[in-house]
Nanobody
Framework: QVQLVESGGGSVQSGGSLRLSCAASGYTYSAYCMGWFRQAPGKEREGVAAIDSDGSTWYADSVKGRFTISQDYAKNTLYLQMNSLKLEDTAMYYC???????????????????WGQGTQVAVSN
């Protein structure tokens, strides 16, 4: 059973930075896709960034140039470095994973079977 545990959320001023982490366990597949999603109150969950097991990455247009997704294979940990944060980045951020395939693009949330509990990011003026 794949388990995902996020951390690193918090409150930050506009223009600031945060780094989210997602500790993964319970999977042994060589091919996988992992992603970061976010959901603001009253809005649908949206994809932020994705990375697959060979290191290819994809980003939503709204975060390109500001966010970086990466992974530490030895620690089985996924990261999301968020710089130049804006008010509109405020949301609950979720880590997600699916095994047995490569992302190929920024997938929709419905593709992923495994989800973390979420970590809140709040950006203020």
């Amino acid at each position: 059973q794949v388990q995902l545990v996020e951390s690193g959320g918090g409150s930050v001023q506009s223009g600031g930075s945060l780094r989210l982490s997602c500790a993964a366990s319970g999977y042994t597949y060589s091919a996988y896709c992992m992603g970061w999603f976010r959901q603001a109150p009253g809005k649908e969950r949206e994809g932020v960034a994705a990375i697959d097991s060979d290191g290819s990455t994809w980003y939503a247009d709204s975060v390109k140039g500001r966010f970086t997704i990466s992974q530490d294979y030895a620690k089985n940990t996924l990261y999301l470095q968020m710089n130049s944060l804006k008010l509109e980045d405020t949301a609950m951020y979720y880590c997600a994973a699916e095994t047995g395939f490569y992302c190929g693009h920024l997938p929709s949330p419905s593709v992923f079977a495994y989800w973390g509990q979420g970590t809140q990011v709040a950006v203020s003026n």
